[in-house]
């Protein structure tokens, strides 16, 4: 049995150290992605939990208005800027997120258009008209729209664990900051 001479190696150690350079080059950079990938998905995450922590306290504070009678709603159509903004970065999330994050967004939607359709908007406010406004149903859309909210929580924290972060931040406690008046009982001209 014959073996390769010494000259047949030598030609091809070149070929041998440029495919482990090449191989090695790939490894590193293919975890340099999928790292940047973690941070970028941990960051959208990150943000839409508190975006959608607001959302919630908002649908609260609107639910508490629509009970103790108040005439004026504020609009939560402008607490989905972010989620806007990143729709097409929404893929870097865990495959069980987005169905969940969609269906929040998706239904404050929903909440916004019924809003429209039976009260009188005034800029970023609706005006709840006495007899003609179907309060019971407007409330009901509002805890609809506040069980997806949670759900599309809950998933995230399970991802993340972050849930009670997203929540302190969407809603300080009354020590730390004096809350503002509700936007309701703000004088809004007719």
Same mark, same amino acid.
């Given at each position: 049995?014959? /073996?390769? =001479?010494?000259?047949?190696?030598?030609?091809? !150690?070149?070929? $041998?150290? &440029?495919?482990?350079?090449? /191989?090695?080059?790939? &490894?590193?950079?293919?975890?340099?992605?999928?790292?940047?990938?973690?941070?970028?998905?941990?960051?959208?995450?990150?943000?839409?939990?508190?975006?959608?922590? !607001?959302?919630?306290?908002?649908?609260?504070?609107?639910?508490?208005? /629509?009970? =103790?009678?108040?005439?004026? /709603?504020?609009?939560?159509?402008? !607490?989905? =800027?972010?989620?806007? @903004?990143?729709?097409?970065?929404?893929?870097?999330?865990?495959?069980?997120?987005?169905? #969940?994050?969609?269906?929040?967004?998706?239904?404050?939607?929903?909440?916004? =258009?019924?809003?429209?359709? #039976?009260?009188?908007?005034?800029?970023?406010?609706?005006?709840?008209?006495?007899?003609?406004?179907?309060?019971? @149903?407007?409330?009901?859309?509002?805890?609809?729209?506040?069980?997806?909210?949670? #759900?599309?929580?809950?998933? !995230?924290?399970?991802?993340?664990?972050?849930?009670?972060?997203?929540?302190?931040?969407?809603?300080?406690?009354?020590?730390?900051?004096?809350?503002?008046? $509700?936007?309701?009982?703000? #004088?809004?001209?007719?």
């Amino acid at each position: 049995m014959n /073996l390769p =001479s010494i000259d047949l190696l030598g030609h091809l !150690m070149p070929l $041998l150290s &440029i495919a482990t350079g090449v /191989l090695i080059s790939m &490894i590193v950079n293919h975890r340099r992605i999928e790292a940047r990938s973690a941070i970028d998905a941990s960051r959208l995450r990150a943000a839409l939990q508190v975006e959608l922590a !607001m959302l919630q306290a908002v649908y609260d504070d609107n639910l508490r208005l /629509l009970e =103790s009678g108040h005439e004026f /709603l504020p609009s939560c159509r402008q !607490m989905a =800027s972010l989620y806007r @903004a990143n729709l097409s970065r929404i893929q870097v999330l865990n495959e069980a997120e987005i169905p #969940t994050i969609v269906a929040a967004y998706g239904y404050n939607e929903v909440v916004e =258009s019924y809003l429209c359709a #039976t009260c009188r908007q005034l800029g970023q406010t609706y005006r709840v008209l006495a007899g003609e406004t179907p309060v019971d @149903a407007i409330t009901h859309r509002f805890r609809a729209g506040h069980a997806h909210i949670a #759900t599309a929580l809950d998933v !995230m924290s399970q991802v993340s664990g972050v849930r009670s972060a997203a929540a302190a931040v969407a809603s300080p406690s009354a020590s730390a900051v004096a809350s503002p008046p $509700l936007l309701a009982e703000q #004088t809004v001209p007719a």
